[in-house]
């Protein structure tokens, strides 16, 4: 294969893939939001992925439990 260059987010993803299953679930985790992300807005994949990277550090470090996570969001998103 030859070297593809790309910004997208994305299309970054689509070749990613880990040994680890853990690791595995998180990055299709990810990528399923980042896919969503394109097929609805057309942009913005990157962006999903750090924000949807984050939210995950923020579950598996026991910092918010979903329920607190998904209030915040809700909070964020009134205040818009």
Do not use: Q, W
């Amino acid at each position: 294969r030859g070297v593809h260059t790309t910004k997208d987010g994305v299309t970054c993803l689509r070749f990613l893939n880990s040994t680890d299953h853990y690791v595995n679930a998180i990055i299709s985790i990810i990528k399923e939001a980042s896919e969503n992300t394109l097929k609805k807005a057309g942009d913005g994949t990157t962006s999903t992925i750090i924000l949807a990277n984050e939210m995950l550090k923020l579950l598996s470090n026991k910092s918010l439990t979903p329920d607190k996570l998904k209030k915040k969001i809700e909070e964020m998103i009134k205040a818009l």
